[in-house]
């Protein structure tokens, strides 16, 4: 009997000791720090971790090799602001009318919106954001002399410390917490762009005007004010003491999100750290020069992955990677010539940004959203490859779901248990959207709608997607997209249209004209 009682005993503090064990561990790491680091144009075929290009990224292929790599991984949309939109949403772009490419354009985010950093404020988390932003600032006509809001300390960022659009387009200065850094009070900011062909150049020098004053020689859009030596997107005077340097851009950024780490490796925290690299203008800093081999583009993305590696040691030195919760993934797909002359297209040799996808950046083809997506989570995530279909838009629920909150956002869904364990279905379907342009995927299949204009934008030497009739593709098969399949599977194509135009509802809107960024 008195054996009897000692073995009850010893399973019962076996069993509940362990109970209690596992559910410390699980409550210790299911509150992770959450770092989004978000590249800029980056394509499916530039991490080499993909298989697909030539270009060699050490550092992405890390958190690749050693988290989960997703082969089906989206951007909301082949163009910047829709992407960003989306995934600080968990909305589909398409539904907000203001959710497009902005040029000095005000914040489009509501601010009683829920967002991501809202979310993970609420739970006690502290979130910033470092780097590119281009979601709008203010809610008229900017005044760069004074504090800038909204932005995106109102919509749920404690930090921000930014630059307003891109790299190419004015003001060429930073952003923290609503204020330009180093501004002069004497010299204040003055900023127009084109509308309409009325603008204002301040009798200052551009780069239509003044060619020989520009290192860099623009191609299409890019012939505003010269700053650094760069003709720009629109017309800028003053702020001498502000501009940035654009050739120690990654750097600063990079410092700036270490800093934000160092400060926050006691609390949880939310870092989105939004790079610029491979947008136009392609400035690598002088230690990158020539290290690609594939010109400024090639060198910045070494540059890029180079900072990555960087963060890493970060988090590695602050103790930090086994509770942090890493997601890496770019707005859109690539571009070669996005406005300059910098030899992207004439040293490509045998790379392929693009990895064998059709389209590109601005395009509703695959190559246009389909993006590198990685999860990574040291000791948590088991090193995988994932051929689920994920979303961007899908951050925002799972991330909640991760750290225990309940909010679901409208379009994105709870794939926590595909990023974490890479167990259970991913989407079933998804909305892709370029330039306000939408179409349609269904497990293998995507119906791209017909649309009006040029099947080529020569610009930049990409498929837009528009024809005068549906196309419909299977990418399991067909992953290149070289075999419109309406003619021999019309019961398939009727079936999609009818979905599609459930899901999209009276949100269908004439597309806009098309604005390379």
């Excluded at 073995?7 to 409550?27: E, M, R």
């Excluded at 992407?83 to 601010?111: E, F, H, M, Q, V």
């Excluded at 009798?203 to 520009?214: A, M, S, V």
């Excluded at 379009?411 to 989407?427: A, E, K, M, Y």
Aim: one cysteine or more; charged letters at 20%.
């Amino acid at each position: 009997m008195k054996l009897l009682k000692v073995l009850f005993l010893l399973i019962f503090f076996i069993f509940f000791g362990c109970s209690k064990n596992q559910k410390n561990v699980l409550s210790n790491i299911s509150r992770p720090n959450i770092l989004i680091i978000y590249l800029d144009d980056l394509g499916f075929g530039d991490v080499s971790a993909y298989g697909k290009g030539k270009l060699q990224t050490p550092n992405i292929d890390k958190l690749a090799k050693n988290g989960l790599k997703f082969t089906n991984g989206y951007s909301s949309s082949a163009t910047c602001s829709p992407s960003r939109y989306a995934l600080l949403t968990g909305k589909y772009p398409w539904r907000n009318p203001n959710a497009k490419i902005i040029t000095g354009g005000s914040l489009i985010i509501d601010t009683s919106e829920v967002t991501l950093p809202k979310i993970l404020n609420s739970n006690g988390y502290y979130s910033g954001i470092v780097g590119k932003w281009h979601l709008g600032l203010g809610n008229s006509k900017i005044n760069y002399n004074s504090v800038i809001s909204p932005g995106p300390n109102q919509v749920g960022f404690n930090y921000s410390y930014i630059m307003a659009d891109t790299q190419d387009r004015v003001p060429c200065v930073y952003i923290e917490d609503g204020k330009v850094v180093n501004l002069d009070d004497d010299d204040p900011i003055e900023v127009n762009f084109p509308i309409n062909s009325n603008f204002d150049d301040y009798n200052l020098p551009t780069g239509l005007n003044n060619p020989d004053l520009t290192y860099m020689k623009w191609h299409h859009g890019h012939n505003g004010s010269i700053i650094n030596g760069i003709p720009r997107i629109g017309y800028m005077k003053g702020g001498k003491n502000a501009l940035w340097s654009d050739i120690d851009m990654a750097d600063h950024f990079l410092k700036k999100a270490n800093e934000f780490l160092e400060e926050n490796k006691s609390n949880n925290f939310f870092l989105f750290y939004s790079l610029q690299q491979p947008h136009v203008p392609r400035t690598p800093h002088p230690r990158f020069e020539g290290l690609s081999g594939m010109g400024p583009r090639g060198d910045v993305i070494l540059e890029a992955d180079w900072c990555i590696g960087q963060i890493y040691k970060t988090l590695e030195k602050l103790d930090l990677l086994k509770n942090t919760l890493i997601i890496l993934s770019s707005d859109n797909g690539p571009v070669l010539n996005d406005g300059y002359y910098d030899n992207a297209v004439e040293l490509l040799g045998d790379h392929d940004p693009f990895g064998g996808l059709r389209g590109g950046k601005y395009s509703l083809f695959e190559a246009g959203t389909k993006v590198p997506f990685i999860a990574y989570w040291k000791n948590i995530i088991q090193s995988g490859i994932s051929n689920e279909i994920i979303s961007q838009i899908d951050l925002l629920s799972s991330i909640s779901s991760i750290v225990g909150d309940k909010f679901r956002s409208r379009d994105g869904l709870d794939l926590s248990n595909l990023i974490l364990n890479n167990q259970g279905n991913g989407r079933k379907e998804l909305i892709i959207e370029a330039t306000t342009r939408t179409a349609f995927r269904s497990g293998d299949w995507v119906m791209i709608p017909p649309y009006k204009g040029v099947s080529i934008n020569k610009n930049v030497n990409i498929e837009l997607g528009n024809s005068n009739e549906y196309k419909l593709f299977n990418i399991k098969n067909d992953p290149s997209q070289k075999n419109n399949l309406i003619k021999v599977n019309n019961i398939k194509l009727q079936k999609m249209i009818r979905r599609y135009k459930s899901i999209i509802g009276d949100d269908m809107r004439d597309p806009q004209k098309l604005m390379l960024e």
